[in-house]
C-alpha cells in the first residue's frame, strides 16, 4: 500500500448544513476507488457502470453523483488493519436526498441563488461547476443555496441543495 499523506482536516471539506438526521444515516460504504484514483474531500464522485469502482465525477451523465467525506489519502478510510471500518472505503453522501451540503471542490465562479450545478469535466473532473443554459445535456447534480462562503476554518465553500437528474441530451431540439 502506498504511503499516505494526508491534508489538514480543513483544507477540504463536504459539510450537511441541513437535512437528514445524521450523517452516517444517509451514507454509503464499501465503494472503493479504481486504481490511480486520488481526490480531496468534498469531491464529486460515482461508480463506474463496469466495474463498480469509484471514479472522478459523472463521466456519461447517468451516474449517481456521490460526494466524498474523505480524502484518497485519509488514515481513517484507507487503511490496511485496526479498523472496523472497510478498507478503502471512503464515506460517500448519495446526491439525491433532501439536504443542503456544502464543499470546497466546486470550479471557481459567480455563483447564484438557485443556479443549476452539473459534474466538471477534464482537469475539474471531481468537482461541481455551474451548467450551462442547455443543462439537460449535463448531469444536474444540484442548485446553489447560499453561494460561496467562508467555512468556519476561512475556507471558500459552495453551498448546495443536492439533487439527481441525469442527462437527456436534447438540446437542438
Not at 437535512?19 to 444515516?25: A, E, L, M, Y
Not at 454509503?28 to 486504481?35: E, H, M, Y
Not at 461547476?129 to 465553500?157: F, L
Request: charged share 15%; net charge negative.
Amino acid at each position: 500500500m502506498p504511503t499516505l499523506n494526508p491534508a489538514n482536516n480543513f483544507d477540504h471539506l463536504l459539510q450537511i448544513v441541513s437535512g437528514g438526521n445524521t450523517p452516517h444515516d444517509l451514507e454509503l460504504r464499501g465503494a472503493t476507488p479504481g486504481t490511480g484514483v486520488t481526490f480531496n474531500r468534498g469531491a464529486l464522485l460515482s461508480r463506474n457502470n463496469s466495474t463498480g469502482l469509484l471514479q472522478l465525477g459523472c463521466p456519461t451523465g447517468k451516474e449517481m453523483p456521490l460526494f466524498s467525506k474523505h480524502a484518497s489519502v485519509d488514515f481513517d478510510a484507507f487503511h490496511d488493519d485496526g479498523s472496523f471500518d472497510p478498507p478503502n472505503a471512503p464515506a460517500l453522501l448519495p446526491g439525491i436526498g433532501a439536504y443542503e451540503i456544502f464543499t470546497s471542490e466546486y470550479v471557481s465562479g459567480s455563483y447564484t441563488y438557485n443556479d443549476v450545478l452539473t459534474a466538471g469535466t477534464s482537469s475539474n473532473a471531481g468537482k461541481v461547476t455551474e451548467a450551462g443554459a442547455n443543462y439537460n445535456d449535463t448531469i444536474v447534480v444540484g442548485h446553489v443555496s447560499r453561494g460561496v462562503q467562508a467555512d468556519y476554518n476561512g475556507v471558500n465553500v459552495l453551498y448546495f441543495w443536492t439533487n439527481f437528474m441525469p442527462a437527456v441530451a436534447i438540446s437542438g431540439s
